[in-house]
């Protein structure tokens, strides 16, 4: 069973406890009240007996059972009447015995008519949320300024810096709701949005119910290098199932880890795997596309130029320009 499994399990499992700690509150509701209010218990006992006798006149004389059930209907109707004054009359709740769930819509199933309710949905948000490794990463596409970026004319574009960066941006929240999207490397230097951007993209994913997975290069190829030669405890397994079914990978800043033909050969198994599978890809690094020709194979750059768009992110350090006010 994989972590997202597991996860879910643990949610359902949720479920099953708070149905069981509303049933028991009820009853504890019930039990307390009409210890304090015997007539009350009186009442819900004379109501109880009344059903009973009418199921037992029409087994004994099916033929009046016509006649037993209108009787039956104005005795209830009367009690009912004299409980409903009796509750009224003491502040007593009319609901006081039926269960409160904590979710009123799917009565604590997570599920309406066989649909996802809104509660289980936010529940898998969430889990995903946890899952992604960006909770503290994460931004709105709101956020984004193109303040930053300059009318400096980029004459390999054809474009400002500006325009260059309002296309890209364009692209980013296409990414999100198009399925057959190509998968997307950003590259330019550090501090140019390349990451804040990634992360724009993940909580727009998240929040529809995606699952996302960050990882840096570093640390992505780092463990899975001392899961190949035993270098560590546990195994590789459940976060190699995780980068390879979450319905985004990001990998951030590559070019960043130690470089060797094990992890070279796993990055691109990687790609081949979820391209296979036509899960979405996010690669951010500071190389450039000749940079990554010559750290890496011809094999995995020319896979990379098959199945990712490029897109260049030009300006001055963002963070540089924060700094200065």
């Known amino acids: 069973m994989n972590r997202e499994q597991e996860m879910l399990k643990k949610i359902f499992a949720d479920y099953d406890e708070e149905r069981i700690k509303s049933r028991m509150a009820r009853d504890r509701r019930v039990e307390e009240i009409n210890a304090k209010f015997p007539e009350l218990s009186k009442i819900e006992q004379e109501i109880t007996a009344l059903g009973m006798k ?101 004459e390999n574009l054809g474009m400002t810096e500006k325009e260059n960066m309002q296309d890209i941006y364009k692209k980013a929240v296409a990414f999100c709701d198009d399925g057959d999207s190509k998968n997307l490397l950003f590259y330019g230097g550090c501090g140019f949005g390349k990451t804040f951007l990634s992360s724009c993209i993940a909580k727009r994913m998240l929040d529809s119910g995606k699952s996302v997975i960050y990882e840096s290069a570093t640390s992505l190829f780092s463990d899975y290098e001392d899961y190949k030669f035993g270098r560590k405890e546990g195994t590789f397994e459940e976060i190699y199932d995780l980068i390879t079914n979450a319905d985004l990978l990001i990998i951030d800043d590559l070019g960043t880890e130690v470089l060797n033909p094990v992890s070279v050969q796993f990055f691109f198994d990687i790609i081949n795997k979820r391209t296979a599978l036509s899960k979405k890809m996010i690669i951010s690094t500071n190389l450039t596309p000749d940079g990554i020709l010559k750290r890496y194979t011809d094999r995995l750059y020319s896979r990379l130029l098959e199945s990712f768009e490029i897109l260049h992110f030009m300006a001055s350090d963002i963070r540089i320009q924060k700094l200065k006010g």
């Open 54 to 154: 009418n199921f037992k006149n029409i087994l004994d004389n099916p033929e009046k059972s016509e006649e037993y059930n209108k009787d039956f209907e104005k005795k209830l109707a009367d009690l009912k009447k004299k409980r409903q004054k009796f509750l009224a009359d003491n502040s007593i709740p009319e609901d006081f015995d039926e269960v409160k769930y904590k979710c009123e819509k799917c009565l604590d199933t997570g599920f309406i008519d066989n649909e996802k309710c809104p509660c289980l949905v936010q529940k898998i948000i969430d889990m995903h949320y946890e899952m992604s490794n960006m909770k503290s990463l994460l931004h709105d596409f709101s956020e984004f300024s193109f303040g930053y970026y300059g009318d400096k004319y980029i």
